[in-house]
């Protein structure tokens, strides 16, 4: 089993994701997988690391969304599957 993660940040607007990929880069040690627009006004980041620090970077992260912008949806998957892991670093 290994202890990498996938955390997830979903947000209105790219004000609150920028804020977000900041915070969690400062917050742990967590590699940025991405920002996408989903649609809708809805912007997510996505990144990866240990679980812990991952599951840090989350919270820190959706404390930081909150202060700019509204969070809609915060995730952290521990040890993801191989498929779900990389279909979510391209």
Same mark, same amino acid.
């Given at each position: 089993?290994?202890?990498?993660?996938?955390? +997830?940040? #979903?947000?209105?607007? +790219?004000?609150? &994701? %920028?804020?977000?990929?900041?915070? /969690?880069?400062?917050?742990?040690?967590?590699? %940025? %997988?991405? &920002? #996408?627009? &989903?649609?809708?006004? +809805?912007?997510?980041?996505?990144?990866?690391?240990?679980? /812990?620090?991952?599951?840090?970077?989350? $919270?820190?992260?959706? #404390?930081?969304?909150?202060?700019?912008?509204? %969070?809609? $949806?915060?995730? &952290?998957?521990? $040890?993801?599957?191989?498929?779900? #892991?990389?279909? +979510?670093?391209?």
């Amino acid at each position: 089993m290994s202890d990498t993660a996938i955390g +997830l940040i #979903e947000t209105h607007g +790219l004000i609150g &994701v %920028l804020a977000a990929a900041d915070t /969690a880069a400062k917050a742990a040690d967590v590699q %940025l %997988l991405g &920002v #996408e627009r &989903v649609g809708g006004g +809805l912007v997510s980041v996505r990144f990866r690391g240990d679980t /812990a620090s991952v599951q840090a970077a989350v $919270s820190a992260a959706s #404390e930081a969304v909150r202060q700019v912008s509204q %969070l809609v $949806s915060a995730h &952290v998957i521990p $040890s993801p599957a191989i498929d779900v #892991e990389a279909a +979510l670093a391209t």
